[in-house]
């Protein structure tokens, strides 16, 4: 089985730092100019695909519960 793997934000606990868009290595993310409950931008996922579930931007984000690394598993 090959494994996916994809970033899930929560809007309205991101602050917009963008400290997980600079982490990420491959791209996956980018601050949009849509705003959370807060009035804050938030980060969205804007190349999915090429997510390597590193968690980088897991590790880096200041806000508990803003990013988190789904699995998904795939038959080849």
Do not use: W
């Not at 868009?21 to 993310?29: D, N, T």
């Amino acid at each position: 089985m090959k494994k996916r793997y994809f970033p899930i934000i929560t809007n309205d606990e991101c602050k917009g730092c963008g400290r997980c868009v600079i982490a990420c290595p491959k791209g996956v993310l980018g601050l949009g100019s849509a705003l959370n409950a807060a009035g804050l931008p938030f980060v969205s996922v804007e190349n999915e695909e090429a997510c390597t579930g590193c968690s980088l931007c897991f590790y880096t984000c200041p806000e508990p519960g803003a990013i988190r690394i789904a699995e998904e598993k795939e038959d080849e």
